[in-house]
Every structure is written in structure tokens, then in C-alpha cells.
């Protein structure tokens, strides 16, 4: 087992950033006594964007989202993230 090297205190979050960029965490972190964890009440930060789609594919959208009583651009993430992992996963066969 090699030793890992002490992870220093930092004066600021800006500072730690700083750090974490140009460093290797495998040299401070050992990875292998791992654990997963959940943070439940941890919400995804989001980015508000501008799209134009056509109006037609909104209207159905709309539909689709009413028939599952969701917000349809709620639906609109839902099935934005759903292609998007699929093709991620796709890309790795």
C-alpha cells in the first residue's frame, strides 16, 4: 500500500478549486475504501436556455405531458435525459 500524500487546508473554496484542478486526486484520496452514499435532498443545479421549437412539436408535448399530469417541459427534460444516456451508453458499445 503506497502512502497517500495530506490533503492541505485551504483558505477559501476558490482556493481548494485552485488545488483540485492541477492535482491528482489518487495521490491524496484512496478510492478503493469507497462508499457510495445518496443525497436525497441534493437538487441538480440548472441552466435556464432558450430553444425554438416547431409549435406543432410543443403542442404535442403538451399533450403528452397532460395525458401524464406532468409540466410539459418537465416531460421535455425527461425525455432529453433519457435520449441523452441512451446515447452515451451507446457510444461506449
Not at 492541477?22 to 484520496?29: G, K, W
Not at 441538480?44 to 404535442?60: D, G, N
Not at 441523452?84 to 458499445?93: I, N, Q, R, S
Amino acid at each position: 500500500m503506497r502512502k497517500l500524500k495530506k490533503i492541505p487546508k485551504f483558505k477559501s473554496e476558490a482556493e481548494e478549486v485552485e488545488f483540485w484542478a492541477t492535482q491528482d486526486s489518487t495521490e491524496y484520496v484512496d478510492y478503493s475504501k469507497a462508499k457510495r452514499i445518496n443525497f436525497p435532498n441534493l437538487k441538480p443545479s440548472t441552466k435556464t436556455i432558450s430553444i425554438r421549437l416547431p409549435e406543432s412539436l410543443i403542442e404535442h408535448l403538451k399533450v403528452l405531458a397532460n395525458k401524464r399530469d406532468v409540466p410539459y417541459q418537465s416531460l421535455l427534460k425527461m425525455f432529453l435525459s433519457e435520449k441523452v444516456a441512451e446515447a452515451l451508453h451507446g457510444a461506449t458499445k
